[in-house]
């Protein structure tokens, strides 16, 4: 499956990588909920990931264990729901609903902590 890819005004790849600190602490206050996987999507540009290698294997891996790392979102001011932090496990999680019908449906929700602020500029 395809990502949903969103144009938006987006922070530069500087302040995206000093950004490490800032998702330990979203991280650390623990509030994880599911969110729709339909309704997550990707910010073009935002990722300082170019090659999203061993997807597969990452998708048989969430498939036998689960999602041991939540992702990490963004809730904009027009609602929609960006991702932050994860998206090779967002693909890979694509991959593995693209394999039946049985694990698209255990993978309609994906275990994300919500940042609690808007960092658009």
Same mark, same amino acid.
């Given at each position: 499956?395809?990502?949903?890819?969103?144009?938006?005004?987006?922070?530069?790849?500087?302040?995206?990588?000093?950004?490490?600190?800032?998702?330990?602490?979203?991280?650390?206050?623990?509030?994880?909920?599911?969110?729709?996987?339909?309704?997550?999507?990707?910010?073009?540009?935002?990722?300082?990931?170019?090659?999203?290698?061993?997807?597969?294997?990452?998708?048989?891996?969430?498939?036998?264990? $689960?999602?041991?790392?939540?992702?990490?979102?963004?809730?904009?001011?027009?609602?929609?729901?960006?991702?932050?932090? $994860?998206?090779?496990?967002?693909?890979?999680?694509?991959?593995?609903?693209?394999?039946?019908?049985?694990?698209?449906?255990?993978?309609?929700?994906?275990?994300?902590?919500?940042?609690?602020?808007?960092?658009?500029?």
């Amino acid at each position: 499956m395809t990502p949903k890819i969103k144009t938006i005004k987006t922070l530069s790849k500087e302040k995206i990588a000093n950004r490490e600190e800032e998702r330990a602490a979203v991280k650390r206050q623990g509030e994880i909920f599911n969110v729709p996987y339909e309704s997550i999507v990707i910010r073009q540009g935002f990722n300082l990931r170019e090659t999203f290698d061993d997807l597969e294997e990452l998708a048989d891996g969430i498939a036998s264990i $689960g999602l041991q790392v939540p992702l990490l979102v963004d809730v904009l001011k027009d609602g929609s729901i960006a991702l932050t932090d $994860g998206e090779r496990r967002y693909r890979a999680i694509g991959l593995l609903r693209g394999r039946s019908p049985e694990l698209k449906a255990k993978h309609q929700t994906i275990r994300a902590y919500s940042n609690p602020k808007e960092l658009t500029d």
